[in-house]
């Protein structure tokens, strides 16, 4: 079982960044793909950006050249940068172990002026 506790979001002005984390728990952490989701009130959960255990990337179209997702194995940490937010970037941010198929609590992300 591993446990991932997300934090970093908040409120934030279009134009503006927010780095969000999250740490995980357990055993393997190097080896699992991981992944940012979003989740806006009346819309389905989607993914954001992806990392593999190696460090490959991709990302959601509408988050190319804006978001940047990391990681940090050593300390068993995942991060998404956040740049030049858009208010349709408002959601919840949940991170997600995909080998386990674990979710975070999720982290509430508001851009707005």
């Known amino acids: 079982q591993v446990q991932l506790v997300e934090s970093g979001g908040g409120l934030v002005q279009p134009g503006g960044s927010l780095r969000l984390s999250c740490a995980a728990s357990?055993?393997?952490?190097?080896?699992?793909?991981m992944g940012w989701y979003r989740q806006a009130p009346g819309k389905q959960r989607e993914l954001v950006a992806h990392?593999?255990?190696?460090?490959?990337?991709r990302y959601a179209d509408s988050v190319k050249g804006r978001f940047t997702i990391s990681r940090d194995n050593a300390k068993k940490m995942v991060f998404l940068q956040m740049n030049s937010l858009k208010p349709e970037d408002t959601a919840v941010y949940y991170c997600?172990?995909?080998?386990?198929?674990?979710w975070g609590q999720g982290t509430q992300v508001t851009v707005s002026s």
């Open positions: 990392i593999t255990g190696g460090g490959d990337t």
């Open positions: 357990g055993s393997f952490f190097s080896i699992s793909a």
């Open positions: 997600k172990d995909e080998w386990r198929a674990q």
